[in-house]
């Protein structure tokens, strides 16, 4: 199957110049009943940019600037760089009042510890640890988590066991409630975020988590229905069945 090319050109110098001459006399030759006349060439303009393209890409890469004020002045793990998005893989947990209630006897009791222990705004079930996707990488690794967890169905979980723990790089330390029931179930959705990383060369879930602390008497039990990816300041989210 042909196409026709976008531009044309001659197949030899020989007939440049002679389209060359016949344009030029073509030019030189007077109009019926005119006189002739010699016409100067049109200066050459660069047409100014519009601002509405000038501006149209100002966002496609450039992740925001890094605040710690913004997220409780959490340190980062990785630097910030132009381009790179900081991503993680989560389970949502909507909180109730039963919930609201556990945070407000356990906050008091845990800063008694860690004096600069702050309440989270929004709290979730972790699938993945936090790791650097370049921008151009983000939609095909949305997709592919899509992909893997597309047959997952939605269940139930309880977490009864309060816990504090410590970050590998020994830069946070947070109060976290273990997932008991429902366990197996996070683990195959764990293993299947941890497949799409290895796709992309990105940094598995965590394989230990340094645990100080344990309170097997708090109880709390949710329902997972989604699994979300946030990627900068994008939120990407898979329901489940």
């Known amino acids: 199957m042909s196409a026709a090319p976008l531009v044309g050109y001659s197949s030899s110098g020989s007939e440049d110049e002679d389209e060359a001459e016949a344009a030029a006399g073509a030019q030189a030759r007077p109009g019926a009943g005119g006189c002739r006349r010699s016409q100067s060439p049109l200066p050459s303009q660069r047409l100014p940019v519009p601002d509405s393209v000038l501006h149209m890409f100002l966002d496609t890469e450039g992740e925001p600037e890094d605040d710690q004020e913004k997220h409780g002045g959490r340190v980062r793990t990785f630097p910030h760089e132009r381009g790179n998005w900081a991503t993680h893989v989560y389970v949502p947990y909507e909180t109730r009042e039963d919930f609201l209630d556990l945070l407000d006897m356990l906050l008091p009791h845990a800063q008694t510890y860690v004096p600069r222990l702050v309440q989270m705004e929004a709290f979730h079930v972790s699938l993945s640890q936090s790791v650097v996707l370049r921008h151009h990488w983000i939609v095909p690794f949305v997709q592919a988590l899509k992909d ?87 939120f990407f989210s898979m329901p489940l069945k």
Do not use: W
């Open 148 to 234: 893997r967890l597309a047959s997952f169905q939605r269940f139930f979980f309880t977490a009864n066991r309060v816990k504090i723990y410590t970050n590998q790089e020994k830069t946070r330390t947070f109060v976290g409630l273990e997932v008991t029931s429902g366990h197996p179930q996070f683990l195959d959705l764990v293993s299947e975020v941890d497949r799409v990383m290895e796709e992309f060369d990105l940094t598995t879930f965590y394989q230990n988590i340094v645990d100080e602390f344990e309170d097997p008497e708090m109880v709390l039990r949710a329902h997972a229905e989604q699994v979300r990816c946030k990627s900068g300041n994008k």
